[in-house]
């Protein structure tokens, strides 16, 4: 078997099998035009991501990720579900139970809830062109009134709130991540288009917090015409982070 797909909640899931497992596992939680349905998905429809998911699933790994309710944008329900959706393959799969987590953009948001919930054990943290917080990367849609009001129509349906309301819950968080000296970090930034390099100089600024702090994050500057080699990049830094098991 392949691939298995099946529901949690009102949402469809998908784990990938190696043919020769190593006994590791990564969770994906995808950007905005990530999506699970009952046969297929967009890791297996896009031809980049497949051929990243084919890089994972050949050096043995188990893939697994959700619909997460779509846009979910950071939303508590979608982090429930992606904690719902480990507990079920930690139970179901033979699987070391410290995995691998590979975030892409607003992915990022879930993720880092994931690192700071003492329940879930992530062995190490990948971030493709991460976001790090709500309030700020509202900011940086303002310039753009047709994107900004689409965001804000994504927030709402998310978050189930009007924008004001997530609006005063969020100005107080911070645009630092929560990373801690135990779980490394790999963040890989792809220089494609005006926003990734205006995400890049804020990345640059927060590295050098991270440098201080003596953090285990590293940062990858990568071309467009390279990503295809984000899936060996990835693994290549996960299996430093598979010795002690």
Known sequence: MESRNFRLDTEWNV???PEKPNGFGILVVGDERHFVNNSTSFWTQNEGKRSVLNTWKGEGYTVFYSNLYGKH???EKAVDLAMRLCSHIMRNEILNNSFHVVAEGMGTLVALKL???SGIRIRSLALINPIFSLSGHLEQEK???FFYKKLVAELETAYETEI???LARIDSEGNSPPFNHETPVKIIHVLSGNRAYKQS???KSL????EKEKLPVSISYVLPEKKLQLGSQITHFFAKHERVL
């Open 164 to 166: 004001k309301q997530l």
């Open 73 to 75: 944008w950071g939303s």
């Open 15 to 17: 784990i990938h099998y």
């Open 115 to 117: 690192l700071e919930n």
């Open 201 to 203: 100089n804020n990345l």
């Open 207 to 210: 590295s050098l917090q991270w």
């Open 143 to 145: 310039e753009n009134k």
